[in-house]
């Protein structure tokens, strides 16, 4: 593992149940980078995801996370890494209020953001504090599936399709977060089909197709695969 590398995947290979769905993944992230995977529906982007954080049902190859072999650990201990996942269905609880869910994920890690830091970076969360789940935006759902992660003291971020289904308005916002988040030294990995929210945010993208990465490539090469990626993502 070189130094300051976050994440370090080498022949990932993974199952739901008889599925072969990831066939042999390579890539990495370094320390303070934002990087996205990108890739059509089905390509294996957040099984990726859920495979990093063990919740799917067989992995084989390695998953380093800041040095340490996780492939076999279980999902409770790969959070105490410091790792925060904010899934594509968010899991907003109905039954409970913004602030209820904000404060529901335990400390993982020392150093995480305090309830009045959350509210300066989402003013919405704190407008609706005592909203039920049920009752906020899909947008303000979604700055709080963030915000819960960033509480916990997790410092390196998977976010799952997070601009899907958004206002514009929002989107920016997310991306502002994004970019906010990255000045404060997060690690953060990004799955989108929305690619253009997540051109200008990565560090580095990786392409994947049928469970592989196919393409990799930093910021300033962006230009220069344009072709490629209307190949691979339609964009």
């Known amino acids: 593992m070189a130094a300051g590398e976050s994440i370090r995947i080498d022949d990932l290979h993974a199952w739901y149940g008889e599925s072969h769905v990831l066939h042999g993944v390579n890539m990495h992230v370094n320390e303070g980078e934002v990087v996205a995977l990108l890739g059509r529906n089905g390509a294996g982007r957040t099984t990726t995801m859920r495979a990093l954080v063990g ?139 929305n690619f253009r929210f997540a051109a200008p945010l990565a560090d580095r993208f990786y392409v994947m197709e049928h469970g592989k990465i196919v393409r990799e490539f930093a910021q300033r090469e962006l230009a220069a695969n344009t072709a490629m990626l209307q190949e691979f993502l339609g964009v």
Do not use: W
Not at 81 to 107: D, H, K, Q, W
Not at 150 to 170: K, M, N, Q
Not at 181 to 186: D, E, I
């Open 55 to 193: 919740l799917v049902g067989t992995r084989k190859g390695s998953i380093r996370i800041r040095g340490e072999e996780t492939v076999k650990m279980a999902p409770h201990r790969i959070a105490r890494l410091g790792v925060g996942y904010c899934p594509e269905e968010r899991g907003i609880f109905a039954s409970l209020s913004a602030e209820e869910n904000l404060m529901l994920p335990p400390t993982i890690a020392q150093g995480g953001m305090t309830v009045a830091e959350i509210y300066d970076m989402f003013p919405n969360l704190k407008e609706r504090a005592s909203s039920p789940g049920t009752r906020l935006s899909g947008g303000e759902q979604q700055m709080l599936a963030v915000a819960r992660i960033l509480r916990t003291g997790a410092r390196l971020l998977l976010l799952d399709e997070i601009s899907e289904g958004l206002a514009p308005v929002i989107v920016q916002k997310l991306a502002e977060t994004i970019r906010t988040l990255k000045a404060k030294g997060y690690t953060i990995v990004l799955v989108e089909q």
